[in-house]
């Protein structure tokens, strides 16, 4: 019987770290992928005054609160590529404002929001020139052209 459960027992230890493998294998080749799109893609700049809009090429969008599903995406046609910590002031914290804010608080709260855009992608059936959704803070986030 000790047998048999220790033959059972190396078994689902072999299946298991077989699993874990192909499954670190399957990571490793979407993100080797992911990279690969993420160098042919354009930049598109981020207004660092308000961090409201994207611009690409002579084209603005306004980035709005409304959130799309990821289903409702076509392709990447662009990137943002930026992550920021602003206050509330929209004034943009340096490393050592961070460490600082970190170390020692001010006796007053100080509101700080962290900013981490990425890609930019088409929306099935609308055309880039009147919407696109961008990435922030891992939500798609529709961003309007500006007229």
Request: glycine content about 4%; overall charge positive.
């Amino acid at each position: 019987m000790k047998i048999k459960n220790s033959i059972l027992s190396l078994l689902l230890i072999a299946s298991t770290s077989l699993g874990g493998c192909s499954l670190i294998s399957e990571l490793k080749h979407t993100a080797s992928k992911n990279m690969a799109i993420d160098k042919r893609l354009p930049i598109y700049e981020l207004n660092k005054q308000n961090f409201k809009e994207i611009t690409y090429k002579d084209k603005t969008y306004i980035i709005q609160k409304s959130v799309i599903k990821p289903g409702s995406l076509q392709k990447p046609i662009g990137r943002v590529s930026q992550s920021i910590t602003i206050n509330e002031k929209n004034e943009i914290l340096s490393k050592k404002e961070l460490r600082e804010v970190e170390i020692l608080p001010n006796k007053k709260e100080e509101k700080r929001f962290h900013l981490n855009f990425g890609w930019v992608y088409s929306i099935k059936n609308i055309s880039p020139d009147e919407k696109i959704a961008v990435v922030v803070n891992n939500e798609y986030r529709v961003a309007k052209i500006k007229k």
